[in-house]
């Protein structure tokens, strides 16, 4: 495979930042509202059940969409059908969340963004190992990795100023205004990639692998993969479950530990979570390409080792500073491990699944997130409410989530040390990196 211009690696990673720019002004700022408007009592409660519910959903969809990604043969190709479908049906989605009248509405919402979302995800993700040369994919997952960055910022922002300044200006009209922002930058987004970064030999990169099985034969194993045999997908699945459950039950629940334990009120919680990742982004991006160059040039192992010792670091500082500076440093210092692990983990993964059916492995691949996202909602749910309602705190059950996700992050560095060093890799199996 020839290699491909910055500019076009550019352009695939456009998707990534219009997936993450929604996700992140769906949850939790678009979330948090909405729940405690319909769920005041239980606020972290029905967060946790929503988001774990909704991730469910992406778990199954995304794997047989990939199944079917891979094999579709189209006159769009592969994977932009699926592209345009699910974003027409996350832009209805988005709406239907900012209108729910009540909590089983909104559940509703979650579902459809789930199942719309991975509908797009699969497909958008299997274009990087589908049109990136192995040797470049480190450069491409870095892309990838600051527009993920950009749109965490963004989002953060744009949800925050939309939901204090929209709410206060419209009442809860204000929220219509954070579902139309993400479907502008779709439709622009979607359009991009259809010209520049659509697969196939009508858009020059040459005719896509054959996958070897039918249709039938691969939605049966859609969900399989043999973790003996194939060890190194096996630890880096481990390491994603750890690492991203992690940052989920920080970043989820910290609107409402804002409210709860420090004090702010909720237009000044939406706010400082909106600046937080202003003040970020800008160091997370250089991070993130940087790690993309080291993980080309010296192997993924050590960027991941790294980055889940430095997250470690400040999550466990995060359990013990209350002034906001300190907090924003350490959500830094959080914050820059998560930037070299956007990087890493996904070059990671780009490497070692087979071509022929991309699309499915990194939907499996995605099972790892979701996992790793399902439990953190499903534990700040079980745990933050009760937890200080029996001890009449306001802060013993965000302590004890953060606390388990402080462990979780170093554990996520222990679990890749058997994995094998090498500066690419070749081929999926089970054999080395």
Partial sequence: MQNISFGRMFVISLLGFALTFSSNIQDPPLMTFKVRQLAPDLPNTALGFLGFVGLLVAMVVQPIVGVLSDRARTKLGRRLPFIIGGAVLIAFSLFLLAAAPALWILLLGVILIQFSSNILQGPWQALIPDLVPEHQRGTASSLKAVMDIVALVVGGMVAG??????????????????????????????????????????????????????????????????????????????????????????????????????????????????????????????????????????????????????????????????????????????????????????????????????????????????????????????????INQVLGSDSSGYLFLFALATVSFLASALVILPLPNRKQTSTFGGETL
């Fill in 161 to 386: 100023k939309i939901l204090s300044a929209g709410i206060e200006r419209f009442g809860n009209n204000g929220v219509y205004l954070a579902a139309a922002a993400p479907t502008v930058v779709f439709f622009v987004f979607v359009i991009l990639t259809a010209i520049w970064a659509r697969e196939g030999t009508e858009a020059g990169f040459g005719p896509a692998p054959t996958a070897q099985k039918t249709v039938g034969e691969a939605l049966k194993g859609a969900f399989y993969v043999n973790f003996r045999e194939n060890k190194t997908f096996g630890w880096w699945f481990a390491n994603r479950i750890l690492f991203w459950g992690a940052f989920i039950a920080i970043n989820s629940f910290l609107i409402n530990y804002l409210v709860d334990v420090i004090k702010m009120t909720e237009t000044e919680a939406q706010a400082f979570y909106g600046n937080l990742k202003v003040i970020l982004g800008g160091a997370l991006i250089v991070l993130a390409l940087l790690s993309g160059w080291l993980s080309d040039k010296f192997g993924r192992k050590p960027v991941m080792l790294i980055a889940g010792l430095v997250a470690f670091a400040g999550a466990f500082a995060l359990l013990f500073v209350r002034e906001r500076t300190l907090i924003t440093v350490a959500g830094g210092v959080v914050g820059m491990g998560i930037g070299a692990f956007l990087s890493a983990s996904w070059a990671l993964a780009t490497d070692i699944v087979p071509r022929d059916e991309t699309a499915r492995y990194l939907g499996i691949a995605n099972i790892a997130t979701c996992i790793g996202s399902g439990t953190a909602r499903l534990l700040g749910g079980v745990f933050i409410d009760p």
